[in-house]
Structures are given as C-alpha cells and as structure tokens.
C-alpha cells in the first residue's frame, strides 16, 4: 500500500520561499512517476510540476523558474522548492505517484496535502 506524508507547508510572505517534501513507503519510489498538484480556494485542481522515474521533468507554463521538482530515490523523498512566492500560490498542495502517469492527471495514489499560504 503505497502511503504519501507531505510537509513543509506553512505561512510566508509573498515574496518569500518553501520546500516542501513528501514522504513515500510502501512500494519501491523509483518505479513510480512523481507530481505535485495544487488546489487553490474555489479553483480546481491544477498540475504543478512532474518528475517521471526516468528524469523527464514538466512545469506548469506561469510557474517555471519559480518552482523546482526534484527526487531522491534513496531517501524515498519528492520535493518542491518554491520560490518568489505570490499570494496566489495558496493553495493545498499534493504529492501524487503514479504508473506512466507523468503529466496526466491519472496518479493512482494521493497525499492528504499540506496547505500553503501566501500573505501580500
């Protein structure tokens, strides 16, 4: 049973800088394609940024240069350095891990978020 804890989220300034984590077990991370979604206040859910298991890489167009995607297969580990904050990036984000998922929104397997606030 693949499990996804993530972390690091909190209140900043715009302006200012997070990363967050997300904790993968129950399965082997480098089989899995890796994502980050995002759900703002009365938006719908938004595909952030994706990490294939081979390296491919894929941003959402607005938020490239502001947001990094990386993983650490043997710390079991997806991040999401966010940086230049603007209020609206506030949103719940989640870690997701699919099978040849990548930019699709089909991920098989979700973590419960971790809130992100931006204050102006």
């Known amino acids: 049973q693949v499990q996804l804890v993530e972390s690091g989220g909190g209140l900043v300034q715009a302006g200012g800088s997070l990363r967050l984590s997300c904790a993968f077990s129950?399965?082997?991370?480098?089989?899995?394609?890796m994502a980050w979604f995002r759900q703002g206040p009365g938006k719908g859910r938004e595909l952030v940024a994706a990490?294939?298991?081979?390296?491919?890489?894929y941003y959402e167009s607005s938020l490239k240069g502001r947001f990094t995607i990386s993983r650490d297969n043997a710390k079991n580990t997806l991040y999401l350095q966010m940086s230049s904050l603007k209020p609206d990036d506030t949103a719940v984000y989640h870690c997701?891990?699919?099978?040849?998922?990548?930019?699709?929104?089909?991920?098989?397997?979700w973590g419960q978020g971790t809130q992100v606030t931006v204050s102006s």
């Open positions: 129950g399965s082997t991370i480098s089989e899995f394609d």
């Open positions: 997701a891990a699919g099978i040849d998922s990548f930019v699709r929104s089909d991920y098989q397997h």
């Open positions: 990490r294939s298991r081979v390296g491919a890489t």
